[in-house]
């Protein structure tokens, strides 16, 4: 088992106009023609979203983006300050106009997650396995 490889983080407060420099962010790490560039931008932004939306964060506080290389996969981690909701799949109607973007993560993905700590607060978190090259890789 490889140790992960974070490749970079970034922390900025809880607003929905932050979640563009967070996706500005992740690709200038991956590269704008990473052939995975519009789904990760995808999935970060629901991401975000919800740590705005549903956790303390949206509030005042701060939401980290850390994107790490792990075993054959690229996974993106979401951080808030946590809420009183953990991330679901909703069994709402396709017609809702919110309430569908971890359905999107969980069809997307080839994995995704949450840890949530009462003190620490949450990280959601997905992952593109087997598509994305490694840094060492993706240089040649």
Do not use: Q
């Not at 992960?4 to 922390?11: D, I, K």
């Not at 970060?44 to 964060?57: C, K, P, Q, V």
């Not at 290389?69 to 709402?92: F, I, K, M, S, W």
């Not at 949450?122 to 598509?131: A, K, R, V």
């Amino acid at each position: 088992m490889d140790s992960p490889l974070l490749l970079g983080t970034l922390t900025v407060p809880g607003a929905a106009e932050n979640v563009a420099e967070a996706r500005r962010f992740l690709m200038k790490l991956l590269g704008g023609d990473h052939r995975d560039a519009e789904t990760v931008k995808l999935l970060l932004s629901e991401l975000m979203g919800n740590s705005i939306r549903h956790s303390a964060s949206g509030r005042g506080g701060l939401v980290t983006v850390a994107v790490l290389y792990v075993e054959g996969a690229l996974r993106v981690e979401v951080a808030d300050g946590g809420g009183p909701t953990v991330p679901c799949l909703c069994a709402r109607g396709e017609l809702v106009e919110s309430g569908r973007g971890m359905k999107l993560v969980d069809v997307m993905a080839s994995r995704w997650g949450f840890v949530r700590d009462p003190v620490e607060g949450g990280t959601t978190w997905f992952e593109l396995g087997e598509t994305w090259k490694g840094p060492s890789e993706s240089a040649a």
